[in-house]
């Protein structure tokens, strides 16, 4: 019997190399015993003390396994049975002697491996859409938080994805099992939060302090420090491929594209629901209401603001102002058609400051744009349109996730990661602010021309449906 130890629960090279040496020397699936470091003693066979060592292997001997294997397994293997080394070596076993295992989805073995993967590309997707950031510690420097429970090991492979999407802000997502950080350069871990102490709603910052003071919190010294451009991607991209193949359709892992989904309506009205309730930033005290966006789910077009304005806040409507008024007037002469745009703001509270009757709209500063990006996200992917049209300095910042010059972007589409395009543009206020009359002119006209390239792909789209 041999007995295998991996560093840890997600130590898909450790497995790799010793199932590649088992493999190789013959051991069948049924005389190795796999675990985890610190967890063996009760998986130990009785009366076996000792493994003995695999003799070294001839450099020369090798055997090869579709490709598609190594994904299925760098997958699986995130999964909390632990059962999961030692399906993934009776597979691997099995390949030897048929190569075409992996067609055969009625085969017990190869069902249950794609099981798995399938449980944890789901249980990674739910990570991915459910995961609310608040912010933390706002006194001193701005951190964000989230508490999570996963079901399967899948933080270490998930954080790649929050550091991109959250990229300039610093967050930490605190689970049972591993805590991510991200400090806007490098992600890294901790050991998890006992699930005794799950905060209770309202209570994660208890907890955040309890565990990460700000000047606690880890450093290059943490155990494990990814850089910035680890891609989940490049593990998942393969795997996405193949997933139909893998599971006989049974599981259907969502592009990080995704098709235009037809319960769009329902998610927007569920995001309005709780965007009503927001509390992430201190605006919500003073507004009147969370102004959300409005216009058919069906929308190839968004339109980013800023924020409410003094008429937006009392009518809980985006863009019914001035602001609103030299929008719809550019959008006319542009050829855009507003009824068939969806219209939005970066920030949903209006952020004034009171003088006499008057409330003097103040721009929002960075922590309350970042705590509101996450309702323009979701709005994004409730609608997925094809082009956003970011309108001034704040919404450019919150489309692109950080400061983006107006001068040097707009009028041009550019790529978003997502595959998506942009359109950076002036505000419409910043026209209405303009005093020289023939500077205002000009301006306007530039507008009008950088929605002239709105208006092309509405119509591009409109042909096409
Ligand atoms: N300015 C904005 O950015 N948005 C509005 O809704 C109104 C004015």
């Not at 009366?47 to 292997?57: F, R, T, V």
């Not at 991200?182 to 871990?189: C, E, K, R, Y």
């Not at 000047?215 to 850089?227: L, N, Y």
């Amino acid at each position: 019997m041999y007995l295998i130890t991996l560093d840890s629960e997600t130590d898909f090279d450790g497995w790799r190399k010793a199932a590649r040496a088992l493999a190789l020397h013959q051991v069948a699936p049924a005389d190795v015993t796999w675990g985890v470091q610190g967890q063996m003693q009760d998986r130990m066979p009785l009366g076996l003390s000792e493994a003995p060592s695999l003799p070294p292997i001839e450099t020369e001997t090798t055997f090869s396994v579709p490709a598609n294997f190594i994904e299925l397994a760098r997958i699986a293997i995130l999964h909390r049975d632990n059962e999961r080394f030692a399906l993934l070596y009776r597979v691997l076993w099995r390949l030897k002697a048929d190569h075409d295992l992996l067609e055969t989805m009625a085969d017990p073995d190869v069902a249950q491996a794609a099981a798995m993967a399938g449980s944890v590309q789901r249980d990674a997707q739910r990570m991915r859409d459910i995961v609310r950031f608040r912010e933390i510690g706002r006194e001193q420097k701005a951190h964000y938080a989230a508490w999570f429970e996963p079901e399967h090991h899948i933080v270490a492979f998930t954080a790649p994805f929050f550091a991109r999407r959250f990229a300039d802000m610093p967050w930490s997502i605190l689970t049972p099992d591993i805590c991510a950080h991200w400090d806007g350069h490098a992600i890294s871990f901790t050991p998890g939060i006992s699930r005794t102490e799950t905060p209770a709603p309202g209570r994660l910052e208890e907890t955040w302090r309890r565990h990460f003071q700000p000047d606690r919190m880890p450093t290059p010294e943490a155990p494990r420090t990814f850089p910035r451009n680890l891609q989940e991607a490049s593990i998942l991209g393969p795997l996405l491929a193949d997933a139909e193949r893998w599971t006989g359709g049974r599981i259907s892992p969502r592009p990080e594209v995704p098709m235009k989904r037809k319960t769009a309506a329902n998610d927007l009205e569920t995001l309005r629901e709780e965007a009503a309730h927001c509390r992430a930033c201190h605006l919500y005290k003073d507004a009147t209401q969370t102004v959300f966006g409005e216009g058919p789910t069906s929308a190839n077009i968004m339109l980013v603001g800023e924020q409410p304005g003094d008429k937006e806040d009392l009518a809980g409507h985006p863009f019914v102002g001035p602001a609103g008024q030299m929008l719809n007037r550019a959008l006319e002469e542009a050829g855009v058609d507003r009824k068939k745009v969806y219209v939005t703001n970066a920030v949903k509270h209006f952020k004034f400051v009171p003088r006499g009757k008057i409330r003097l709209h103040q721009k929002p500063a960075t922590p309350e744009i970042r705590a509101c990006r996450q309702w323009y996200e979701r709005e994004v992917s409730a609608i997925q349109p094809d082009l956003i049209v970011a309108m001034g300095a704040t919404a450019a910042q919150s489309v692109f996730g950080k400061i983006t010059p107006i001068g040097k972007n707009r009028g041009r589409l550019i790529d978003l990661p997502d595959g998506r395009k942009a359109l950076v543009t002036v505000h419409p206020s910043y026209l209405l602010r303009l005093p020289d009359p023939k500077a205002k002119m000009l301006e306007y006209q530039r507008f009008v021309e950088d929605m002239k390239i709105a208006a092309g792909l509405q119509k591009k789209a409109a042909r096409a449906a």
